[in-house]
């Protein structure tokens, strides 16, 4: 399983974890689906996250592998209808272009991506668009620039994330000035300069 996938399970009990606090049964009776995190799959069990009614609740887990009946990734929903108006789906409508323009793979993830998944509302008021490129290889020169200057138009925060062999970065960050950018690796982050980013073609 890649990060950010969604998982629906086959039962909202599959999910192993011991203390958990009451509003995560309930929130899985209600959707059984969950989305895979960074630290990935050992041992038939994968790691995940368990999203609740507010931001504040989310809760870390695992899952076995055979609990797991469907999977989403952000690239799977970029094309699916939204399920009601929010300026969330309208910014990445007016994305659109200069998200094809990259010429990999990308999709919504966070609240946008799980609402589009399972139908339940998790957008509010206040959310951003979160998105995810995935790309092995840097794109065109020019093509992430655009990306990120119309993303800056959009009527709300919107973070994009470049899943990349390495592991994952910041658009902001991999344009700004640094020597380095954070890397979001199954490891853990650890700062890694831009080529390290990259192995092989899209």
Do not use: K, Q
């Amino acid at each position: 399983m890649r990060p950010h996938d969604l998982l629906r399970l086959a039962s909202p009990t599959a999910v192993e974890a011991a203390a958990a606090p009451a509003w995560v049964a309930a929130a899985l009776a209600a959707t059984p689906w969950v989305v895979a995190r960074r630290a990935g799959e050992a041992g038939g069990r994968i790691a995940v996250g368990v999203r609740g009614a507010t931001r504040s609740e989310r809760f870390a887990a695992h899952v076995p592998t055979t609990a797991v009946v469907e999977t989403l990734g952000p690239e799977d929903l970029a094309d699916r209808p939204p399920p009601r108006a929010h300026s969330a789906f309208d910014a990445m409508a007016a994305l659109r272009p200069a998200l094809d323009d990259v010429g990999c793979g990308w999709g919504p993830a966070g609240a946008a991506g799980f609402e589009l998944a399972t139908g339940r509302p998790a957008l509010t008021a206040d959310s951003d668009l979160d998105l995810v490129l995935r790309l092995r290889a840097p794109p065109r020169d020019g093509v992430l620039a655009g990306l990120a200057a119309a993303a800056r138009r959009a009527p709300l925060r919107v973070d994009v994330l470049l899943e990349a062999p390495a592991g994952a970065a910041a658009l902001e960050e991999y344009l700004s000035d640094v020597e380095s950018v954070l890397l979001r690796t199954r490891e853990g982050p650890r700062l890694a300069r831009r080529g390290a980013l990259w192995t092989g073609p899209c």
